[in-house]
Structures are given as C-alpha cells and as structure tokens.
C-alpha cells in the first residue's frame, strides 16, 4: 500500500445513497470499504467491480460487529480519513396509529441510526485524528433526513432517530474539531430500493416540490463530495429536498 490514497468507510453502501457515494468517493481518488448488514452477493459484485474498494459485513444493530469493522478496515487500509454513516432503514407507519409504533421499533431505530453511529464514530477517532492534517481535516459525514428537520417522515420514530442524529452531528462538530469534521445530509425522497414501492408519495414531491421530483442518488453525491472534500466545513446540515422543506 502507498502512503498517499486517502482511505474512507461508507457504511450501508452496496445500494441506493450509500453505494452511488461510494462510487464518487472512489472516482475522486479514494480507497473505500464498501459494506452492509447481509453479506451479499451484490456487495462482493460492487466491491469487484470498483476499484479500490474492499467489501465488509457487519449488522450494526450488534454492539461487537460494529467494532470488529472498524479494527478490519483500519488493519486492512493502516488508515482512515473519512466515515460515512449512511446505513438506515425505515418502517412506514401512519403517524396518528400510535400503538403501531411499538417500543421495539423505537429502539431498534434508534440503535441504527443514532447509536451505531455514535459508536463507529467513537471507534475511529484515534484513527480519523491520525490521518487528519491541515490541509485534509478528516471527515465524518451523517447521512440523515429531510424527515428529521421538518414534522414529517416515514414513521414518527424514523423521523425522530434522523433528528436526534443532526443533533448529535452538531454536538460532535463542536467537540470533535479541528481535527475532524462532522456535518449531515437531510435527503428529501430519494430514488433508492428503500423508496422504490413509495409511488403516492413520489408523485407528491413532482406535484408539489419546487424542483418537480425527487432526487436521484447523484443529486446527494454532489453535496457529500464537496462536505466531504471541504477542509473548513463544519457542524453544517444541508437540506438536499429539492425545496420541500419550504412548504
Ligand atoms: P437502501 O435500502 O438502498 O440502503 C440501505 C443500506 O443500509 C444497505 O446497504 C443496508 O445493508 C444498510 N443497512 C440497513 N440496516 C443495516 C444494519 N442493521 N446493519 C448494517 N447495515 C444496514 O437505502 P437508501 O435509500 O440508500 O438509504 C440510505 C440512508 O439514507 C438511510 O440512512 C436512509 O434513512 C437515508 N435516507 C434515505 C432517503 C430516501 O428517500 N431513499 C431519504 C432520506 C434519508
């Protein structure tokens, strides 16, 4: 291994938002380790089609599997400069059927998308700091949601987990810095297998959205590659809905 490629993990990256960072990631220059819950046949295929690219297994609903990635990915690549944390998923539940959103699902979102990233950020710190310089800060990104900055979303504890994360995305800019960045993306509806049965709510973001349709996975890769590249950015959370949240 060189000394030079800049080394990033974006976690839930074998489909939708995570994967097509990946591949931006890796088209600027970066060795990225691909991963996510199931150890897939279609994760092993991305990993071998992209260059520099290692695939990684971890459910990171388990304590211990989110350690064992981050000691494999920094004892495979010997550094680390970026984490992303984008693995999530969501349940639909009408917001005013409250018995349905049990406290099993209350926890269980929480864990993924709040606690499981406070850990790997825990986790990689010393490694983050080790690799962070002046001149390439390291970086943490958050991939949360639209839902968690306006009262709307999926469910009520989905929306929650994603504002607790933008709260949490704040707290370790402030305690985090200078050395490491941290910042979020709050993605609107987005073109993804997470989304791809929503049609009724598609149709309301091409009716009712200033820019007339959801977002493709490229239209969050532009904002996660210039937050990620940036050497000054922090603590910031950029709303990429395409003007939804204005209404
Ligand atoms: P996706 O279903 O295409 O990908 C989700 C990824 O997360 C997969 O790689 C999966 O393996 C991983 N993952 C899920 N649970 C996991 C677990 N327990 N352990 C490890 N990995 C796990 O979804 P997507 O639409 O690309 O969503 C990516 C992120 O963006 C999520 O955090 C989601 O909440 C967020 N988001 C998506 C949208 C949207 O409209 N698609 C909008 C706002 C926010």
Same mark, same amino acid.
Request: net charge negative.
């Given at each position: 291994?060189?000394?030079?490629?800049?080394? &990033?993990?974006v976690?839930?990256?074998?489909?939708?938002?995570?994967?097509a960072?990946?591949?931006?990631?890796?088209q600027a220059g970066?060795?990225v380790a691909l991963?996510?819950?199931?150890s897939?046949?279609?994760g092993?295929?991305?990993a071998?089609?992209m260059e520099?690219?290692k695939?990684?297994?971890a459910?990171?609903? =388990?304590?211990g599997a989110?350690?064992?990635?981050?000691?494999?990915?920094?004892?495979?690549y010997?550094r680390?400069?970026?984490l992303?944390n984008?693995?999530?998923?969501?349940?639909v539940?009408?917001?005013? =059927? +409250? +018995?349905a959103a049990?406290?099993d699902?209350? @926890?269980?979102?929480?864990e993924?998308?709040? %606690?499981?990233?406070?850990?790997? %950020?825990?986790?990689?710190e010393?490694?983050l700091?080790?690799a962070?310089? $002046?001149? @390439?800060?390291a970086?943490v +990104?958050?991939i949360s949601s639209h839902?968690?900055?306006?009262?709307?979303?999926a469910?009520i504890?989905y929306?929650?987990s994603?504002?607790?994360?933008?709260?949490v995305t704040r707290l +370790?800019a402030?305690?985090l810095g200078?050395d490491i960045?941290v910042?979020?993306i709050a993605?609107g509806l987005v073109?993804?297998?997470l989304?791809e049965?929503? $049609?009724?709510?598609?149709?309301?973001?091409?009716r009712?959205?200033p #820019?007339r349709r959801s977002a493709?996975?490229?239209?969050?890769t532009?904002? &996660?590659l #210039?937050l990620?590249?940036?050497a000054?950015?922090t603590g910031?959370?950029?709303?990429?809905?395409?003007? #939804?949240?204005?209404?």
């Amino acid at each position: 291994m060189t000394d030079n490629p800049r080394v &990033a993990l974006v976690t839930g990256s074998t489909s939708g938002i995570g994967l097509a960072i990946a591949q931006r990631l890796t088209q600027a220059g970066y060795w990225v380790a691909l991963h996510s819950r199931a150890s897939s046949v279609a994760g092993l295929q991305e990993a071998a089609a992209m260059e520099n690219t290692k695939y990684f297994q971890a459910d990171l609903l =388990d304590e211990g599997a989110r350690k064992d990635l981050i000691d494999s990915v920094y004892t495979h690549y010997g550094r680390l400069d970026v984490l992303v944390n984008n693995a999530g998923e969501s349940s639909v539940i009408p917001h005013d =059927d +409250l +018995l349905a959103a049990t406290p099993d699902i209350w @926890h269980r979102l929480y864990e993924l998308h709040v %606690v499981a990233p406070w850990q790997l %950020v825990a986790l990689s710190e010393p490694y983050l700091r080790a690799a962070s310089s $002046a001149d @390439h800060p390291a970086s943490v +990104l958050n991939i949360s949601s639209h839902a968690g900055v306006r009262p709307k979303g999926a469910s009520i504890p989905y929306a929650a987990s994603k504002a607790a994360l933008i709260h949490v995305t704040r707290l +370790l800019a402030k305690t985090l810095g200078p050395d490491i960045r941290v910042n979020a993306i709050a993605p609107g509806l987005v073109d993804t297998p997470l989304t791809e049965d929503w $049609a009724a709510i598609r149709e309301q973001w091409i009716r009712d959205a200033p #820019m007339r349709r959801s977002a493709s996975p490229k239209d969050i890769t532009d904002v &996660a590659l #210039m937050l990620t590249e940036s050497a000054y950015l922090t603590g910031e959370v950029i709303v990429v809905d395409g003007g #939804m949240n204005l209404l």
